[in-house]
């Protein structure tokens, strides 16, 4: 079975562009949550959508929105681009909202901000 | 509020133990723990829930202990692909249901 796959793996933007990041869930699952990850950093946590609902939402700013599609695949976009927006992006797939649940963590997207 | 892991990097000789701790001021519902290897995505290895019992598999096992909101990573007999930044997640219930918030991070370094 094929695990959580992201889109692109790497791009590089400049300052007050507009980036699209897209994540495509483990089969069955239909919670898709959104982490960035600075280097020498733990993840941090972005939002959480399930069932096509946002459920929870990370201390980012309104330029950080998401949305999940009928199929659960989702999409992160960041308008306004900050170079200190430059990190690793990470999408993880469980197959319930809850805590005790596992996820499981797709490649990244490396986001570069020049 | 982040959880705290210690130490914050662990050198070994291959076979020998380790054990990664990670504390949180809240009250916790789970644990997760994760590995990560440079440029790679985290892999999980385990979860801990509350009330739950201790996991284990291979020579990687957890514990957790919900009076003192703690929770401890251990790792016998290490190999070699051990090394990596370990991380431990944590999610407190309520309206943090789902939400994982990640320590700081727990550099281990296997050598032969």
């Known amino acids: 079975d094929a695990g959580v796959t992201q889109s692109p793996t790497h791009l590089i933007k400049t300052r007050g562009q507009h980036v699209t990041l897209r994540c495509s869930p483990i089969s069955g699952h239909k919670s898709v949550s959104w982490y960035q990850q600075v280097l020498g950093q733990g993840p941090q946590f972005i939002f959480q959508y399930y069932e096509k609902e946002e459920r929870g939402r990370g201390n980012f700013p309104d330029r950080f929105s998401a949305r999940q599609f009928p199929n659960y695949s989702s999409e992160l976009n960041v308008n306004a681009l900050l170079l200190g927006d430059s990190a690793l992006y990470l999408c993880?797939?469980?197959f319930g909202q809850g805590g005790a649940d596992e996820q499981f963590f797709g490649p990244g997207t490396r986001l570069t901000v020049l | 509020q982040q959880p705290v892991q210690s130490p914050q990097a662990v050198i070994l000789r291959e076979g020998e133990d380790a054990v990664i701790n990670c504390s949180s001021s809240?009250?916790?519902?789970?644990v997760h723990w994760y590995r990560q290897k440079h440029g790679e995505a985290p892999v999980f290895l385990m979860i801990?829930?509350?009330?739950?019992e201790q996991k284990g598999h291979d020579k990687i096992s957890a514990s957790f202990n919900e009076k003192k909101q703690q929770s401890s990573l251990y790792l016998t007999a290490s190999q070699l692909s051990y090394s990596g930044t370990y991380f431990c997640?944590?999610?407190?219930?309520?309206?943090?249901?789902?939400?994982?918030?990640f320590g700081q991070g727990t550099i281990l370094t296997v050598h032969p």
């Open positions: 993880a797939s469980s």
């Open positions: 997640g944590t999610e407190s219930g309520g309206t943090s249901y789902g939400k994982l918030t």
């Open positions: 809240k009250a916790l519902y789970s």
């Open positions: 801990l829930l509350k009330g739950g």
